[in-house]
């Protein structure tokens, strides 16, 4: 018991003491103003790509400060306004200050899940092979860099985390002995589980998986009755699962409207759910018209399942188009520590040899990582190890246990499992606090990161408290800095003045940064920005130049420091590419035109620059004119990378034939 409270206060202070230190992250003021509108207006369409469970978790702090909540209006697309509400929800209620002790208050309540998935670990090792395992695998965690860096942020990850691993492990503790206690239990924690996140629906082909060995494979030989079994196993499953579903839609207020009062999502339900393909638009309309779940649980489903269809992926230096699927094991071997992975190799090793024999437990901790992990290998959606943490809490345990086991046959694995647990708690423990940008020594540490991933993996808009003291301490006043996260999280808001350059976010919210040809001075870039990944190719990157140089600083891993006069040309023509392109689609075509001819003007070469000029003609009624444009844009389209150009070269050719 005493490991286990020590264990669990070295968990609490290590995430403590490193988000004090950190700035808003990507999506935490869209997550925490859903949250707060949820809990007092009964709205669940701010940010339906999320269940409402810990967005609702981490407003509650909130709910005795009498904050001001800008008006949801619901007129634009849904994830804009409600990421520049949420800014002006953390900061136009008493500015920084009182942004900073929002964020800290609602971090905290994150952090009780983090917390709780450790206590279960630590019961589930103890059940299943004895307390010496659970103490190695409550270690293993408590030290695992990834479950630390995202261990109270506002997300959804380390939530998904502990509901799934609560989820198999009530259905290890019914199918061991089942009772109408633990089927209840086991409803709970599964509908605790989609409420958290979207893919908590895995826990479905997780658990029809695991019920099917106990049928096919089960405890007690032949000797036992496999139809007796199976219909037993069939009717826990029905039942637990209209459990959850009644959990569920408790977090929607029983309501099946997204919105109060029938207030508009934008877009609606049925336009947005036609951006999927095959049979699943048939599908999510059905589910809708017999409202089978809450529209804004589906609604969040289109969301993600439209996301994974076409997002960018960045990985070993190189941008992809879409997902690839080796990304997520290369993620995986890159920010585990090393020691972690070798002595996941051992529990390989246990296994085989047949060190370790707990059959129904092992399956049970194998099972649910292995449908995880072949399912995010599968998704396209590449963007962090963040989306892969459910597996860490079941590897823990495996490891524990395979580490008691072989110490049992053989006494000196006791001092090679103590040498590499010490290996595993020291690499993360000097990753501190910067445990976002960890990777380990194999691959140069957090601050070589950036060389192979980028986004949740390094640069999650978590260092603008650190860069402010970096500027203030320089006395820098002339600076520019291309931020990843602006506007969603915007640099000025933590007392940064400098000029922002273009990025990939500005362009998405159509705002126009206007940028001199030539800047001297201190330039800033934060990771995600220098790679360019969100653009979808280096050859779309305003940085790209920046990459070849020696920065004079790198701030907490994940910003990076020029100093010196620079040829911004290629940023300068973003800038007025981005508003021409907002003009046109506000029909203000002669000032659009004014905008795309300055930026082919100041960057020729430039694909956003032909694309903007091609699109303001052809809008104009201008296609002689538009193809010679389209023409120059395809000769540059055909220089990126050959996965990003099979998809740019045909869009521009459809353009020149006027298609």
């Known amino acids: 018991m005493v490991g286990l409270v020590v264990l669990l206060l070295v968990l609490v202070f290590e995430v403590t003491l490193s988000i004090r230190q950190q700035s808003l992250s990507w999506d935490e003021d869209d997550h925490l103003y859903a949250g707060y509108m949820s809990l007092t207006q009964r709205d669940f369409g701010i940010n339906p790509e999320h269940p409402p469970l810990v967005k609702a978790l981490a407003a509650l702090p909130l709910l005795p400060m009498h904050l001001k909540a800008p008006e949801f209006a619901g007129k634009i697309y849904f994830k804009g306004e409600a990421f520049m509400n949420g800014r002006e929800f953390l900061f136009r209620n ?27 670990v630590f019961l589930a090792g103890s059940e299943m092979f004895g307390t010496g395992a659970a103490l190695i695998g409550l270690a293993l965690m408590v030290f695992e860099p990834n479950m630390v860096a995202h261990g109270a942020y506002v997300a959804t990850d380390m939530g998904v985390a502990c509901f799934m691993f609560a989820t198999m492990y009530a259905l290890y503790r019914y199918v061991k002995a089942p009772g109408w206690g633990r ?96 049979f699943e638009p048939g599908l999510f309309t059905a589910l809708a018209r017999w409202h089978v779940l809450p529209e804004s649980y589906l609604y969040g489903m289109i969301d993600v399942r439209g996301m994974s269809n076409g997002f960018p992926t960045y990985i070993f230096g190189q941008v992809h188009a879409h997902g690839v699927w080796y990304y997520f094991p290369v993620a995986f071997v890159i920010k585990s520590t090393a020691a972690f992975l070798i002595l996941l190799g051992i529990t390989a090793f246990a296994l085989t040899a047949g060190k370790l024999r707990a059959r129904r437990e092992v399956l049970f901790l194998t099972v649910p990582v292995v449908i995880y992990f072949i ?139 206007d940028t001199p040809e030539t800047v001297t001075g201190t330039v800033l870039i934060s990771a995600g920005s ?62 659009a035109l004014a905008e795309a001819q300055t930026a082919v003007r100041i960057y020729p070469d430039q694909l956003q620059a032909q694309m903007a000029l091609g699109d303001t003609l052809t809008a104009m009624g201008r296609g002689g004119e538009a193809k010679p444009v389209y023409e120059k844009a395809l000769t540059i389209a055909k220089t990126m990378e050959p996965d990003v150009a099979a998809e740019w070269v045909p869009r521009v050719e459809a353009k020149i034939a006027g298609k």
């Open 530 to 591: 220098l790679t360019g990944f969100e653009l979808g190719s280096n050859v779309l990157n305003p940085y790209r130049d920046f990459q070849k140089m020696k920065p004079t600083a790198v701030i907490k891993h994940g910003v990076f420091v020029y100093d010196g006069t620079f040829d911004m040309r290629f940023a300068s023509a973003l800038g007025h590419a981005t508003r021409a392109n907002t003009l046109v689609g506000e029909k203000k075509l002669d000032e």
């Open 94 to 120: 008493g500015g920084e200050p009182v942004a900073s002790k929002m964020i800290f208050r609602a971090r905290l309540a994150s952090g009780l899940l983090t917390l709780l998935l450790g206590v279960l």
């Open 183 to 278: 089927l209840v239990t086991l409803g709970i924690a599964a509908g605790l589980t989609l409420a958290t996140k979207h893919s908590g629906v895995l826990i479905l082909p997780m658990a029809l998986a695991l019920l099917l060995t106990e049928v096919v494979w089960p405890q007690g030989g032949e000797k036992v009755d496999r139809k007796k079994i199976a219909l037993r196993l069939a009717g826990g499953f029905v039942l637990s699962s209209l459990i959850a579903l009644v959990v569920l839609w408790g977090f929607y207020g029983f309501r099946f409207s997204a919105r109060p009062g029938g207030a508009p999502l934008n877009p609606p339900y049925a336009e947005y759910v036609q951006q999927l393909k095959g």
């Open 375 to 513: 399912i995010a290998m599968a998704t396209g959606l590449n963007i962090g190890a963040r989306h892969v943490l459910p597996m860490y809490a079941f590897l823990c345990v495996l490891i524990g246990a395979a580490a008691v086991a072989l110490s049992r046959a053989n006494p000196k694995w006791v001092y090679a499992v103590g040498l590499l647990l010490a290996w595993h708690m020291v690499s993360a423990t000097r990753a501190y606090p910067d445990y976002i940008a960890y990777s380990n020594e194999f691959w140069g540490g957090p601050s070589n990161t950036y060389k192979y991933l980028t986004d949740s993996n390094t640069d999650w808009a978590q260092q603008l408290k650190a860069v402010k003291t970096y500027l203030d301490e320089r006395g820098v006043k002339d600076c520019w800095f291309a931020y990843f996260a602006e506007p969603v999280v915007e640099f000025r808001d933590y007392g940064i003045q400098c000029q922002p350059l273009p990025t990939a976010d500005t362009g998405w919210f159509g705002l126009q940064v």
